[in-house]
């Protein structure tokens, strides 16, 4: 079935770095602009970042960018997000999801991730 | 990338109708019908109801529908039931290519 696993969560100090994955199953990943939104605690959820089926085309938030990178494997059906200098805002759980007219059609179940000394 | 508005809460009896707004620019909501709508019950990961306005995804029940008139977006929830309790969150494609989401609104059914 259509499934969409997010790991790579964890605890971390500020200042630090993270990188989390999205496996992806049940359907074609190459077909598919994929997403990462994210939820702090308590709060509502923010956009953090998309990219395009090839990976040539790729958006940031202004809360992210210049720290976080977005990329994708096609051949192994994984998303991923690479997070450097992490703040304590980045505190969050963090959902991958594919795009579909720019609607988050497939959530993933998320994973959370936490900066704190 | 300010947040699209939404009022905090609404809240209707079982059977009756309710709308949840969602406001924004004409740079955002009022320049694309690319505006989405969410649901997500405490605990769980959202789920897509709306997607272009007013399109509703395979499996999404026919109480639910969508609209739009300038740079305020609508969502609609009909015949309402215990199980329509949620946060509802709509978000819409942007004129610098990124997405907003709005604040939330909480659902209280009655």
């Known amino acids: 079935q259509v499934q969409l696993v997010e790991s790579g969560g964890g605890l971390v100090k500020p200042g630090g770095s993270l990188r989390l994955s999205c496996a992806v199953s049940?359907?074609?990943?190459?077909?598919?602009?994929m997403s990462w939104i994210r939820q702090a605690p308590g709060k509502g959820l923010e956009w953090v970042s998309y990219?395009?089926?090839?990976?040539?085309?790729?958006y940031y938030a202004d809360s992210v960018k210049g720290r976080f990178t977005i990329s994708r494997d096609n051949a192994k059906n994984s998303l991923y997000l690479q997070m450097n200098s992490l703040r304590a805002e980045d505190t969050a759980v963090y959902y991958c999801?594919?795009?579909?007219?720019?609607?988050?059609?497939?959530w993933g179940q998320g994973t959370t991730v936490t900066v704190s000394s | 990338q300010s947040a699209l508005t939404q009022p905090a809460s609404v809240s209707g009896s079982p059977g009756q109708s309710i709308t949840i707004s969602c406001t924004g620019t004409s740079s955002d909501v009022g320049g694309y019908n690319y505006v989405s709508w969410y649901q997500q019950h405490p605990g769980k990961a959202p789920k897509l109801m709306i997607y272009e306005v007013s399109n509703r995804p395979s499996g999404v029940s026919n109480r639910f529908s969508g609209s739009k008139s300038g740079n305020t977006a609508s969502l609609t929830v009909s015949g309402l039931q215990a199980e329509d309790e949620a946060d509802y969150y709509c978000?819409?494609?942007?004129?610098?290519?990124?997405?907003?989401f709005g604040g939330g609104t909480k659902l209280t059914v009655l």
């Open positions: 978000s819409s494609y942007t004129s610098s290519s990124t997405l907003v």
């Open positions: 999801t594919t795009l579909h007219f720019y609607g988050m059609d497939i």
């Open positions: 049940g359907f074609t990943f190459s077909d598919y602009y």
């Open positions: 990219i395009s089926t090839s990976g040539s085309t790729i």
